[in-house]
């Protein structure tokens, strides 16, 4: 069974452009959720969709959006990318009602690099 | 706010010996808490969950203490192999005024010579 995939793997954007990244949820699951990391940290929870409704937000500024489509995938989109936004972004998916209690499942990331 | 605090710096242990992680939070006590496992490159693996009303779980090797009067939690590894080597993330589930979110802390790398 094929896990979470994310796309692209990496992407090299300048200060100011937009950025759409990707994520396909573990066939079943309606839960997706958005994480920055950057290097040296832990994930950052950035969005949870769960049946394509915004179910949690995190501390991030408007400048992030994300949306779940009628089949569960998910688009993350960020404006106006500045250089501190440079990190690997990374989806996780789950069954269940969308509760953190549900075992989280992570895609393997999409590097992000901000010049 | 709540803060989650795991040991920045790597932990060097000699294989076959036990590994013990610690991972603080402050503030008001999750009902549960979450251990997950991180390679370099790659997204984390969930391990173990642990509830408020559980004082110890365990999986094969590994062992999580949940101590909601300390506000500590702790993860062993027992007989530890070259291949634990990884970077270990406790998360917590908070609620902030958009709903729930879950909070990592900032990972505890485990480096297991041989």
């Known amino acids: 069974d094929a896990g979470v995939t994310q796309s692209p793997t990496h992407l090299i954007k300048t200060r100011g452009q937009h950025v759409t990244l990707r994520c396909s949820p573990i066939?079943?699951?309606?839960?997706v959720s958005w994480y920055q990391q950057v290097l040296g940290q832990g994930p950052q929870f950035i969005f949870q969709?769960?049946?394509?409704?915004?179910?949690g937000r995190g501390n991030f500024p408007d400048r992030f959006s994300a949306r779940q489509f009628p089949n569960y995938s998910s688009e993350l989109n960020v404006n106006a990318l500045l250089l501190g936004d440079s990190a690997l972004y990374l989806c996780?998916?789950?069954?269940?009602?969308?509760?953190?209690?549900?075992?989280?499942?992570f895609g393997p990331g999409t590097r992000l690099t901000v010049l | 706010s709540q803060k989650i605090e795991q040991n920045s710096e790597a932990l060097n242990i000699q294989e076959g010996k036990t590994a013990t992680l610690t991972c603080n939070y402050t503030?008001?006590?999750?009902?549960?808490l979450q251990w997950y496992r991180q390679d370099p490159g790659r997204g984390p693996v969930f391990l173990l969950l642990?509830?408020?009303?559980?004082k110890e779980k365990r999986k094969e090797r590994l062992k999580v203490t949940f101590d909601t009067t300390l506000k500590q939690s702790l993860f062993h590894i027992t007989a530890s192999q070259p291949a634990d080597s990884a970077t270990y993330l406790c998360?917590?589930?908070?609620?902030?005024?958009?709903?729930?979110?879950?909070?990592f802390g900032g990972g505890t790398r485990l480096m297991v010579k041989p």
């Open positions: 996780a998916s789950s069954g269940g009602q969308g509760s953190f209690t549900d075992t989280q499942y």
């Open positions: 066939s079943g699951h309606k839960s």
């Open positions: 969709y769960y049946e394509k409704e915004e179910r």
């Open positions: 503030n008001y006590s999750p009902a549960y």
């Open positions: 642990i509830r408020e009303n559980e």
């Open positions: 998360a917590l589930t908070m609620n902030n005024n958009a709903g729930n979110m879950l909070t």
